[in-house]
């Protein structure tokens, strides 16, 4: 068990200090490192739609000289409401990401997947890849299969009046 994980179970670290990788003494050549992402990554952030989950994450750390590169992959599952009927849908996630650290003194760069940390850096936090790693592996929607969905909820709103201007489901 990775040392934060013991501590956590104990109290004694907050959930986003897990997912700090200290870079400086690493030797050159490939690290392994793997996360159990469960609901509480997500209420950190206050992410309120992702109500349960259970993704395994792995990142390869590819260390050179001056550059980082670290190789994501997850997969598992996320719960979060149906689109259509708002009941609980389990989502399957299978997501992958390339990120490249690079030592300089620029701050910013125009790639969404090139970062540059400074000299006096010695740890980097990969909380938000893996976050924006899932979120985006996310369909645009996400319904229950035709038929799942709760048929109660299903009626009302195929029952709904043109008073309140919205259209019914089945026109």
Not at 4 to 18: H, N, P
Not at 50 to 73: G, P, R
Not at 125 to 146: A, T
Request: proline share 4%; glycine share 6%.
């Amino acid at each position: 068990m990775h040392i934060f994980a013991a501590r956590k179970k104990m109290g004694f670290v907050k959930t986003s200090d897990l997912y700090i990788i200290p870079f400086t003494g690493l030797a050159a050549g490939t690290h392994d490192f793997s996360w159990d992402i469960d609901g509480k990554f997500f209420e950190e952030d206050n992410y309120l739609e992702i109500t349960d989950a259970s993704v395994h994450v792995t990142c390869s750390l590819q260390k050179s000289t001056h550059m980082m590169e670290l190789d994501f992959s997850g997969k598992g599952t996320l719960t979060l409401p149906c689109d259509r009927c708002l009941n609980p849908l389990q989502v399957k996630v299978n997501a992958s990401r390339k990120v490249i650290v690079k030592e300089s003194d620029m701050e910013s760069s125009e790639s969404d997947d090139l970062f540059f940390v400074g000299k006096q850096d010695y740890e980097i936090s990969v909380g938000g890849w893996i976050k924006e790693m899932i979120l985006l592996s996310l369909p645009m929607r996400n319904v229950h299969p035709e038929g799942k969905c709760d048929n109660e909820m299903i009626d009302k709103l195929n029952n709904l009046s043109d008073d309140n201007g919205l259209k019914p489901l089945n026109e």
